[in-house]
Structures are given as structure tokens and as C-alpha cells.
């Protein structure tokens, strides 16, 4: 009985070694079907667009855990593919709250020329849902991965379009078909793309968004470096997350395999490194900074484009199978503060506070702390060429330096956010962002005067050259001032006691660093339409002063005080236009009405 017992077992041990052992092969036969053009290539080479929809749609049609959607049309006429990948299928927004799994937005290709995402996620869903070698890291989130985001510039495709990186042998590049940076577009939302991003993050609300990278900047050991938002504009309790789940967990994990790990790396001064490097908060025009208006944790991925292309690529890829198998081992974490963080938010909006301060523009203080920088020797030499200096680095020649790292933000323009916003009818550009961010809004069905606050705006300047496409406006005074204001049927009413109140103010508040009005989309109300003759304000300025004393002190004392003004024929005769009431009362006034009192606020 026992020899039979030790025989029954024996057999059984080599059926189940034989098994693992065929397993083993086929998933490496599978792996082999399955290969990505980049390592098919040794990564040489990365794939083309139609490639990566094909490769995409072989995914979706070999596993019931992925569903491939193209949304969308660029400027050439490219859909933006999405894949969802789902161990409980559950391909629709609603199916994948319901789950209770964190879900992670990974974007690749926001500038194709920095195309380490695309590989590293294909072979990534490729190894969840295909082989299995990573199979149950879908146990505790959902993934929706977006491949190639810049399609248009995916296919502007060449050698010579990333002049400072190491491969692939042809890439894509920087920006869309309308020459525009698709990060630097988040909170404007020009491009059509971005519009299906945002569409695609409105009807899903991930909780952790991924965006990944190649870096430009200084040669240096560091073959993955990152970006987080640590900023006032991120809640502090999603801060503390990102830090004990990057910086304590995933990040040494991926160091452990053999990648050497950085925060992202800006140098104070490109020539001289003991200056030290500065991580500044990022504006919501970028991904970042558009996360944290979100309440999401956004992280920056930068790979180092110096270092060899198959480098890059793994470090994209075992740092994402770190941040899921991060998200197992505390399942429903995530999930559950950032929907703590999104009721705080709501909660915020529905009392109006003049003592509280939301955060719009920062600064880094002179505070710095010490950081261990692992980069090279290098030398600055004299250049014939360019007349100044370089720098020459010596990647043979390991150095690890102590440099002061400049983090530390303090609020510089602060606000205290209003009930709601009023926007008229004929703001309709500035309508159609608020459409295309998903914010709540009610439309006026008849006209309603509205006590609001507002702001009178002076000395106004723009910028000498666009930016993005747009002229941007870089200097004014914003005074503000109580008005009683008319809106007419159709215009929108945007309470604050919602989800995205964050990114409602950012449009709409002027001193917001992307705010619509620095934006270039309400220059109109800085033109002056009609203007008085000068024989006509001759005439009535003399009136006026026979008829009101203090007009006539105001007058002189300007006169006698104000060597400018004293100057200036226009002025002087503005001077009494202004106080006329042919004056238009909408010149340099923001037409955007803040409504802070509840008996205000239309029922």
C-alpha cells in the first residue's frame, strides 16, 4: 500500500511538473506570436499606427478581458484607441465603478516621439490577458490604456525627430497635425484628442492617472524619473497616499529590478549642477496639474532618452506591473480616499466662505533640502562654435553628488471660490469647455438679473508671440466689484457644490494660471467699441464742470498731480467720458458673475 501510495504520488508529481512544464511552453510560444515590433526589433524599431490598431484589435479578439474602443477623429481624420482591460469584463463606466477596483488611466504617446508607453503597454496587456504572466494583477483595478494618444504626430514618422534621444530608429513627433502640445492642452481643451480624453476620463473617473514620457535635460544615471504633484492644489490626503505608495513601495520595487529611480530632474542651472534641481507645481495645463483639479494622483513618467531604447521600455513596464501589483496588495485603498477627497470637494461648494483660500498659483521658496544626485563627471568648456560654454559629460566616469533640491511651494494668488458662476449665453467658447470637462451647469430658461461679484480689469498686456496657438495674456489688475447683472435665457448657471468644482474655478477665475480669460478666450471685452468725438467732449466736459463742483477739483487736482495724465489730450477728455453715461459699462468688465449668497442663486 505504501509503495503504491509513494507510485500514485509520483505520477501524479510528473503529470503536474509535465503540465507546468507545457504551460510554460506555450505561454512562450504565445509570447512569441505575440511579440511587439519593438521586441521582435531587439527595440530597434517601434510600430506604426495601423500597427498598433491591429495589435489592439488581435488583443480585444483573443481575450474576453479586453475591449478596444476608437473614439474620435483627429484633425487627419485618426481614431484615438482605447483599451479596457478587465478581469471582470467590465467594459462600461458603470460596470467598472460597480466593481470597486481602483481603475488606472495610463496615456502613452501624449508626444509620440517619446513612445516607451506604447511598448511597455501593449506588452503589459499582452502579459495580463495573453501569456498569464501577470495575470492576477488584475485582481485589484481595471485598466484603461490609451496606446497611442497623439495619433496625428504618431504618424508625422522619421529618424530625425527626437534629436536628442537614444531610439527608437524612427519615432513620431512632438506635436498634433494643428502643431499643438497636447500637454499644455488639458484645461483649454483645444484639440479634438484632448476632447476625447476628457470625455474618456469623464464618463470613467479613474482613480490614478499614468502619463508617460521620455525626458530631455542633463545626462545623468537615472534611466526612469518621475514626476508627482505635491502641491496645496492635491489633497493632502492623497499627497500622503502617493508618497507612501511610490516612494514606499513601487518605486523601490522597480529600483530592485535593476532600473535606477529619480524624481524628475530640473536643473536650476544647466551648466552648473550644485545649484541644485527644482520640482515646481505643475499648472492644470498639464496632466499633473489637471489630475490634482481632479482629486486624482497623477503620475509623470520621464524614461531617460540618452539611455538605450529596450532600458526605457522595461522601466515603463515593470513600473506599471509594480503599480498593480501595489494596488492588490491594498485593494479598495485608493479607491475609497478618492471618493472621500470628491465628497469633501462637493462639500466645500455648498457654503460660501470669505476666510477660506483655494489655492491658484504657487511659488518655490528658497528652502531646499539635501539630495543625492547619481550623475557623471563632466567638464565646461569654451565653445568656438557657439561662443559661450557646454557641458561635456563623461558617462564612463559614475559620480554621485549631494545638490540642494528646491520643492517647497508657497500659495501665491489665493481665492475663495463662490457658490456658482454665471456665464452669459454669448460666452460661447468659454460654454463649450465647460461642456467638454463634464461639469454640472444649469441653463437659464428666461432672462435673471443676479446680484454678483465681478472684476474691472486694467492694464492689460499680451504676450508678443503665441503660445500654443493662442496669444496669451500676461499682465492685468483685476479689481473686484459688485454689479447687478442681466443673463439671458441660455446662459449657464456652474454650481460648486460638485465633484470637478476645482477645475470650474481654474476656468473661470482670471488669476488662474490657465484660466479662459489668459487663455486669449474673452479678449473681446478689452476692446473699446465707441468713442467720443473730440469737439462733442469738448463741449460737455465744459457743461459738466459749470454744473459739479467736485467734478471740477477732481479735475485740477489730476491735472496739478499727474504729470501723465496732465500730458495727455485722450485722457483728459476720457476723463469726462468715463463719466457720462454714453460710457460702456461692459468695457474691461468680466462678464463671468461670481454668485455667493444662496437667496442669489436661481431655484
Not at 505575440?34 to 517601434?46: H, K
Request: with cysteine.
Amino acid at each position: 500500500m505504501y509503495k503504491q501510495t509513494i507510485l500514485c504520488c509520483a505520477l501524479v508529481g510528473a503529470h503536474l511538473l509535465g503540465t507546468i512544464r507545457l504551460e510554460k511552453a506555450m505561454a512562450a510560444e504565445s509570447a512569441g506570436e505575440w511579440q511587439t515590433r519593438a521586441e521582435a526589433t531587439n527595440y530597434r524599431r517601434t510600430s506604426r499606427y495601423d500597427e498598433d490598431i491591429a495589435y489592439a484589435r488581435r488583443l480585444a479578439a483573443a481575450s474576453p478581458l479586453v475591449q478596444l474602443q476608437l473614439l474620435g477623429k483627429s484633425p487627419e481624420g485618426r481614431a484615438i484607441p482605447v483599451l479596457v482591460v478587465s478581469k471582470d469584463k467590465a467594459f462600461t463606466p458603470e460596470a467598472a465603478q460597480a466593481t470597486g477596483k481602483a481603475i488606472v488611466l495610463v496615456n502613452a504617446a501624449i508626444h509620440p516621439g517619446e513612445i516607451p508607453g506604447k511598448d511597455a503597454g501593449l506588452a503589459f496587456v499582452r502579459d495580463l490577458v495573453i501569456t498569464g504572466k501577470h495575470a492576477t494583477l488584475l485582481d485589484g483595478a481595471i485598466l484603461i490604456f490609451i496606446p497611442v494618444f497623439g495619433v496625428d504626430g504618431h504618424e508625422r514618422f522619421g529618424p530625425y525627430t527626437r534629436i536628442n534621444q537614444n531610439g527608437p530608429e524612427e519615432s513620431g513627433w512632438r506635436t498634433t497635425a494643428q502643431n499643438l502640445n497636447l500637454n499644455r492642452d488639458f484645461l483649454k481643451a483645444d484639440t479634438p484628442e484632448m476632447r476625447v480624453w476628457l470625455d474618456v476620463f469623464g464618463r470613467y473617473l479613474p482613480d490614478l492617472i499614468v502619463d508617460t514620457h521620455d525626458t530631455d535635460g542633463a545626462d545623468y544615471q537615472y534611466n526612469l524619473t518621475y514626476g508627482l504633484e505635491n502641491g496645496a492644489s492635491l489633497d493632502p490626503a492623497l499627497v500622503a497616499w502617493q508618497k507612501a505608495a511610490f516612494e514606499g513601495e513601487i518605486f523601490p520595487a522597480v529600483a530592485a529590478r535593476g532600473h535606477v529611480v529619480s524624481p524628475y530632474i530640473i536643473l536650476r542651472d544647466s551648466k552648473d549642477i550644485s545649484k541644485g534641481i527644482s520640482q515646481d507645481p505643475s499648472e492644470p495645463r498639464f496632466s499633473t496639474g489637471y489630475g490634482a483639479l481632479q482629486n486624482r494622483p497623477t503620475l509623470l513618467v520621464e524614461t531617460h532618452m540618452l539611455k538605450d531604447y529596450k532600458s526605457r521600455v522595461t522601466a515603463t513596464y515593470d513600473l506599471l506591473v509594480e503599480i498593480f501589483a501595489y494596488l492588490n496588495r491594498h485593494p479598495g485603498k485608493l479607491r475609497t480616499l478618492v471618493a472621500r477627497v470628491d465628497e469633501q470637494t462637493i462639500a466645500r461648494g455648498r457654503r460660501y466662505d470669505p476666510n477660506y483660500r483655494y489655492p491658484l498659483t504657487f511659488k518655490l521658496t528658497e528652502r531646499s533640502r539635501p539630495f543625492q544626485f547619481q550623475g557623471f563627471e563632466s567638464t565646461l568648456e569654451l565653445s568656438a562654435i557657439s561662443g559661450s560654454t557646454w557641458v561635456r559629460y563623461d558617462p564612463t566616469k559614475p559620480k554621485t553628488f549631494t545638490i540642494p533640491l528646491f520643492d517647497e511651494a508657497a500659495v501665491e494668488k489665493a481665492v475663495a471660490p463662490p457658490l456658482a458662476y454665471a456665464v452669459p449665453v454669448s460666452l460661447t467658447e468659454v460654454i463649450d469647455r465647460i461642456k467638454a470637462h463634464g461639469l454640472r451647469y444649469r441653463t437659464l430658461d428666461a432672462a435673471l438679473t443676479l446680484a454678483v461679484e465681478t472684476y474691472e480689469f486694467s492694464s492689460p498686456a499680451w504676450e508678443s508671440a503665441p503660445f500654443e496657438g493662442r496669444i496669451r495674456l500676461k499682465d492685468f489688475k483685476a479689481t473686484p466689484i459688485q454689479r447687478q447683472i442681466t443673463y439671458p435665457a441660455g446662459s449657464l448657471v456652474v454650481p460648486l457644490d460638485q465633484r470637478a468644482a476645482n477645475v470650474a474655478i481654474h476656468l473661470l477665475e482670471p488669476e488662474g494660471p490657465d484660466s479662459l480669460l489668459q487663455w486669449g478666450f474673452l479678449d473681446a471685452i478689452f476692446e473699446q467699441k465707441e468713442y467720443a468725438e473730440d469737439y462733442v467732449m469738448e463741449k460737455m466736459a465744459r457743461e459738466m464742470l459749470a454744473r459739479d463742483p467736485k467734478l471740477k477739483a477732481e479735475f485740477e487736482r489730476k491735472v496739478s498731480q499727474e504729470p501723465a495724465f496732465a500730458a495727455s489730450p485722450e485722457a483728459r477728455l476720457e476723463f469726462f467720458y468715463r463719466r457720462t453715461p454714453y460710457w460702456d459699462d461692459r468695457y474691461n468688465i468680466y462678464p463671468i458673475g461670481r454668485v455667493s449668497a444662496l437667496e442669489n442663486l436661481p431655484r
